[in-house]
């Protein structure tokens, strides 16, 4: 990276977290006051700070290139299971602003509920899963009880089943547990495989600045309908094999 890139990276980065973070302490007082009048105004106030901080990513220069597959259609009344590759932490703001209308719930680690302003608050009020990594039975019962609750109320809901996020945009292969505990818990369910490509350089692991005007790519699959032949084992296997194809690393 040249000398002069990393100075535009700086300059552009200072602005960009001043924004990202006053967006995240917005939004967690948007959530406070609204979460007593019901989910549907607790889901307005996601909406609202998702779209601020998406425009702190244009801040630093960032374009977001969404690709749908031709004729993709959703049905609002039945859940959903995106199973998506992870390369950051924004890549919960990326998936909230794609399905900006459904607004995603997510299966995530639990210390991801404790200390971020807005994210730690939804997480821990907003219908998602909070699992211990650590403590596989915590995290069966909570993804069990996950997929009941989405099943229930018709939700769309995410899975990052690498487990974590990858350093430097390299593809970790996919864990079938979890998408095997949600599946069973959620017979409704059908399946929406996502591509997500630089977000990494958003959020580079034990480095700063990140990189400004990247372009980072968000590529939705075909809905894949379940059947009685279809398992946890061929659903993750076929969403892996997605971002193989449509990554370009």
């Not at 932490?89 to 971020?116: C, M, N, Q, S």
């Not at 690498?162 to 864990?175: A, D, I, M, N, V």
């Amino acid at each position: 990276m040249s000398y002069f890139k990393k100075i535009i990276d700086w300059i552009l980065f200072v602005p960009f977290t001043l924004c990202f973070v006053i967006s995240l302490l917005i939004g967690e007082v948007l959530q406070r006051i609204a979460l007593p009048f019901g989910r549907k105004y607790h889901g307005f106030s996601l909406q609202i700070v998702n779209l601020m901080l998406v425009a702190s990513l244009k801040v630093f220069g960032t374009k977001l290139k969404i690709s749908f597959p031709k004729n993709f259609k959703i049905d609002n009344n039945k859940p959903y299971l995106i199973i998506s590759n992870h390369q950051s932490t924004i890549d919960i703001v990326l998936l909230y602003f794609v399905f900006l209308k459904r607004i995603p719930h997510f299966i995530a680690k639990v210390e991801l509920g404790k200390w971020i302003p807005t994210v730690s608050f939804n997480l821990r009020n907003g219908h998602n899963a909070l699992i211990e990594r650590d403590n596989p039975r915590q995290a069966i019962k909570a993804i069990a009880e996950f997929g009941r609750i989405v099943n229930t109320h018709k939700y769309l809901a995410v899975i990052f089943p690498e487990g974590t996020r990858s350093r430097c945009g390299e593809l970790k292969e996919y864990q079938v547990a979890g998408v095997q505990t949600f599946l069973k818990n959620t017979p409704d369910a059908d399946i929406i495989p996502v591509s997500i490509e630089n977000s990494w350089k958003l959020n580079p692991h034990n480095s700063v600045p990140a990189e400004s005007f990247t372009t980072v790519s968000i590529t939705i699959g075909d809905v894949i309908q379940r059947t009685q032949e279809t398992t946890a084992q061929t659903i993750t296997e076929q969403c892996h094999e997605f971002v193989v194809k449509t990554h370009k690393l």
